[in-house]
C-alpha cells in the first residue's frame, strides 16, 4: 500500500473513531466520515467495500493503537496453562476500560444495526479465542477440572470475563480496578483450575 494510501486509510479509521466516541454519537454513515475527514464518498469507498468493513476495520485500528499484540503476549508466552489462565484474564481486565466506550457507542447505534453489531461480534469471537487458548492450554496440563470439557469451559470463561461484569462492579459501583481484578484471577481459577 502506498505511503499517501495509508495515510489516507489511517485518517479515516481515526476518523471513525473519534465519531464513533463523540458524546453525541452518530449514525456513522460513510457519507458522515468523508465530510468529517473532508475527502469525498468516493475515496472512503476506495478503502472500504461496505460499512460492516469500515467498522470492523476501525476497531482493528483500535486495538492496534493498544498494542493488543504487546499485552498479549505474556499470555501466549506463558509456560502453562495455569500462567496463560492468569496472564489472559489480567490482559483483557486492563483492555475494558479502553474498549468499553467503544462498545457503547457500537451498542447505542441500535440492535437493528446490524453492521455495528457485525463488526462489534468480530472482537468478541477474536476475545473467545483467547479464552478457548488458555483453556486448551489447562487441559493439556491436566489442570481443567474434570466434570468440564473444553467447550464448556471456554463458555464459563468467556461468561466470567464479561465486559458488563466488569462495568457494573468497577464503573456502577466503584470496585477499585486491582481489586476486581483480584477476584476475577480467583474465580476463574476456582471456575476451571483443579486444585
Known amino acids: 500500500m ?12 481515526d476518523t ?18 468523508a465530510k468529517a475527514a473532508g475527502v469525498t464518498r ?9 460499512r460492516s468493513e469500515m467498522l470492523t ?9 493498544l498494542d493488543v499484540d504487546a499485552r498479549l503476549a505474556p499470555s501466549r508466552a506463558a509456560p502453562d496453562g495455569r500462567s496463560r489462565l492468569t496472564a489472559y484474564t489480567q490482559a483483557m481486565l486492563e483492555f475494558f476500560p479502553a474498549i468499553y466506550p467503544l462498545k457503547q457507542s ?6 437493528g444495526d446490524e453492521e455495528a453489531k457485525s463488526a462489534w461480534e468480530d472482537r468478541i469471537r477474536a476475545m473467545k479465542e483467547g479464552c478457548a487458548a488458555a483453556v486448551s492450554a489447562l487441559k493439556a496440563d491436566g489442570d481443567l477440572l474434570d466434570h468440564l470439557t473444553e467447550a464448556r469451559a471456554t463458555d ?6 464479561n465486559m458488563d461484569g466488569w462495568a457494573h462492579c468497577v464503573l456502577e459501583n466503584g470496585w477499585p480496578e486491582v ?6 484471577q480467583r474465580v476463574t481459577h476456582l471456575a476451571l483450575v483443579k486444585p
Open 2 to 13: 502506498s505511503n499517501k494510501r495509508t495515510k489516507t486509510r489511517h485518517l479515516l479509521l
Open 16 to 33: 471513525v473513531l473519534s465519531l464513533l466516541l463523540a458524546p453525541e454519537g452518530s449514525l456513522l454513515r460513510m457519507i458522515d466520515v
Open 42 to 50: 468516493q475515496t472512503v469507498y476506495d478503502h472500504f467495500t461496505n
Open 57 to 65: 476495520a476501525a476497531i482493528l485500528h483500535f486495538g492496534d493503537q
Open 106 to 111: 457500537l451498542m447505542r447505534m441500535g440492535p
Open 156 to 161: 464459563l470463561y468467556f461468561t466470567l470475563l
Open 179 to 184: 481489586e476486581y481484578l483480584a477476584e476475577m
